[in-house]
């Protein structure tokens, strides 16, 4: 199975910082290979949204709304994904999901960490 366990969520004033962190763990790491792990928001009232996403080799993708913000980082042996988020926004006030995509296994999600950004 698999565990994935969100880090880090917490209310930031506009402007600030706030890096979110999901360990993922299971014995479905010892059967399968990561194909992408990923963060994914979503607010109230709307569909959820790609924010950033790394493949196991190291490629990342961005909504154009953060390029340039956020960062995305993995470690491929510990199956931890980190996303540094800077100059937050209060329009990204929203939960925060991690994304763990399997080759033939498919995906699997966190429960999700709020992140709040006051005005």
């Known amino acids: 199975q698999v565990q994935l366990v969100e880090s880090g969520g917490g209310l930031v004033q506009a402007g600030g910082s706030l890096r979110l962190s999901c360990a993922a763990s299971?014995?479905?790491?010892?059967?399968?290979?990561?194909?992408?792990m990923g963060w994914y928001r979503q607010a109230p009232g709307k569909q959820r949204e790609l924010v950033a996403s790394i493949s196991d080799g190291g490629s990342t993708n961005y909504a154009d709304s953060v390029k340039g913000r956020f960062t995305i980082s993995r470690d491929s042996v510990k199956n931890t994904v980190t996303l540094q988020m800077n100059n937050l926004q209060p329009e990204e006030t929203a939960v925060y999901y991690c994304?763990?995509?399997?080759?033939?296994?498919?995906?699997?999600w966190g429960q999700g960490t709020q992140v709040t950004v006051s005005s």
């Open positions: 299971g014995s479905i790491f010892s059967t399968f290979r990561v194909n992408i």
């Open positions: 994304n763990c995509r399997f080759f033939v296994a498919g995906d699997y």
